[in-house]
């Protein structure tokens, strides 16, 4: 549910609602802490090539340099787009 009001929806329910948010850690190591934070050992030993935890430290040092670049807004990118979880466990599934 987005904390934005609409006219169809009951603007008390939206007020008496919890409101949550989620973002992205403050800085390049706890962002990439982040990005590990779902490796699994089962995941790093799914391939067996030397290359694959590489290139997987490398797609989570790509996240962590996008999420914490989207803070400077239209300074370093021309579209926005939010590069999230779902996107990096998508690039590493590709990457297997």
């Known amino acids: 549910i987005t904390a934005e009001p609409h006219p169809q929806f ?3 329910l939206l007020q008496m609602s919890i409101k949550l948010t989620n973002e992205a850690p403050v ?3 706890a962002g990439l802490r982040n990005s590990y934070a779902w490796v699994s050992q089962d995941m790093l030993d799914t391939v067996g090539r ?6 997987l430290f ?14 400077f807004g239209p300074i370093g990118w021309n579209i926005r787009y939010e590069f999230n979880q779902s996107d ?4 590493v599934q590709f990457l297997q």
């Open 58 to 71: 490398v797609m989570c040092y790509m996240h962590s340099v996008v999420q914490e670049r989207r803070k």
């Open 50 to 55: 030397y290359e694959w935890r590489q290139m």
């Open 10 to 12: 009951p603007i008390g």
């Open 88 to 91: 990096l466990s998508a690039c």
């Open 27 to 29: 800085g390049m190591r």
